[in-house]
């Protein structure tokens, strides 16, 4: 990429939260926010209902549905 300012070439870099292009020579650049892939939680798991009286599906869908 070439630099608006100078016409130099930009440098693409990631630096903490954000990422973008800088010109070496004069220090023009683009910047935007850079956030990293949120980490995920690959675990397989099971859910078991004891000792109750009476099931209700639409408590047991909701947990499911927020569990993935």
Not at 5 to 13: D, R, Y
Not at 30 to 41: A, C, F, G, M
Not at 42 to 60: C, F, G, M, P, R
Request: glycine share 6%.
């Amino acid at each position: 990429m070439i630099c608006e300012k100078c016409k130099g070439k930009m440098n693409w870099s990631i630096e903490g939260a954000t990422q973008g292009w800088r010109c070496p020579m004069c220090g023009w650049n683009i910047i935007t926010t850079y956030i990293e892939d949120i980490d995920r939680d690959e675990t397989e798991y099971s859910l078991y209902i004891k000792n109750v009286t009476e099931v209700d599906a639409e408590k047991i869908k909701f947990v499911a549905k927020t569990a993935n």
